[in-house]
């Protein structure tokens, strides 16, 4: 290509004398190529990275995954580490946006993590797809970096942290666990004769997790077996906290706390050792409705109150409740949850009963956050509701149409492991990087 240049210059009509005019050619000659090699250099630098940040399905994942096999890892050193960057105006929303598609996936499979319950086994106990593994939570208005299992587990050296709630803090203990053991395995050291209360120390690091079963964070009596039959009517103290978990309160660096479903149950209510009435009273005549919203109200300020008053100050998160995905009915009526997409951003609203638990929520936490120098709101909610496809369904026992069952029972509440519920621990470890932003 420079020869022809250097021939189309030779042969030019404006060149009619050589020796006169050598040094002039030779002058254009150079500027020619200076310009050529810019063009070249200007072309590359000027290729755009596409960004997939469009909702689409994602492609189909490798066909192994559901197999077990050993996801690949990648765990940045702690000096790469960066909370979530900003847009131009400073304002920063990670509780707000949208799931978004990603190849990467998970960082364990099903296979790889012992402390999944068998009833979030979802792909072990048959679930045929995949696709809900491949996406992540994009905030609106900034990147939410994904949870750093090593970097998390050496800022936890010597601390403890400490999960408070019912049947969902354990599920968000147990995807915790499995992303941890990336980098360590926990070794369980304790457990309750219901195996609902557990402790677990990674030993490398001297860091301690627990999960401690208290689903109305209230003293409560309970007749349940197993499988959620109940015996008798709960009875309910709304003016004690449960001592299972504040008699260990000193004992914590870091909480997550949390409430919600289990106030939708009968329960039989107590305030200054007598019975002030019911909720849901299955014709108990002689006992007044005083409706979940007044019993869960009371909860959280007895909650709330505990924590800012008290001499022992551990970083509280206080989680939102989490919503479920029944259609055409629920639990216990044939209600199904088979979609196979999330829903796009506002695509879907809250169930009147789940919209008042969280105004109830938003409203006593904003009571104390400016009073407390040590409560922060994990707002999962949001994220959660836009995930109908993340719940085991049908898939919560192993092959649950091999019978050909007229009733096959779904479970659209709790979450598959792995599945969305491992992208709360992105929210929270962005909390526990930058607590005073999230003030």
Known sequence: MFKSMKNLVDTSPFVSSRPRNQIFVKLLVSFLLIGLAFRLLISDSFVASPVPDVQTAPESPPSDLSAGSQASVSVDSPENITIASQNASGKCDIFKGKWVPDPSGPVYTNTTCRHIQDHQNCLRNGRPDVDFLFWRWKPRDCHLPRFN????????RNKWWAFIGDSISRNHVQSLLCILSQVE???EIYH??????????FPSHNFTLSVIWSPFLLKAETFENPDGVSSSDIQLYLDQLDRKWTD????????????GKWFLKT??????????????????NNLTELGYEYSYRKALELVFNFI????????VLFRTATPDHFENGEWNSGGMCNRTMPFGEGEIALKDVDSVM????????????????????????????????????PYRHLNPFAGMKEHVQNDCL???LPGPIDHWNDLLMEIMLSPDRYR
């Open 192 to 201: 309750d004769k219901e195996y609902r209360s557990k402790i677990w120390r």
């Open 149 to 156: 299992p090593k970097h998390f587990l050496d800022a936890m």
């Open 414 to 416: 709790h979450w598959c």
């Open 358 to 393: 969280r105004e109830i929520e938003i409203e006593e936490f904003q009571k104390v956050r400016e009073v407390s120098r040590n409560m922060r709101l994990l707002d999962t909610t949001a994220m959660s509701l836009d995930r109908p496809d993340g719940h085991p369904g």
């Open 185 to 187: 395995d926990a070794e």
């Open 248 to 259: 260990q309160y000193q004992n914590f660096d870091y909480v997550v706390i949390s409430g």
């Open 308 to 315: 800012t008053r008290s001499d022992h100050s551990p970083l």
């Open 267 to 284: 329960t039989i209510n107590h305030e200054n050792n007598a019975v002030m009435g019911c909720h849901y009273c299955q014709g108990k």
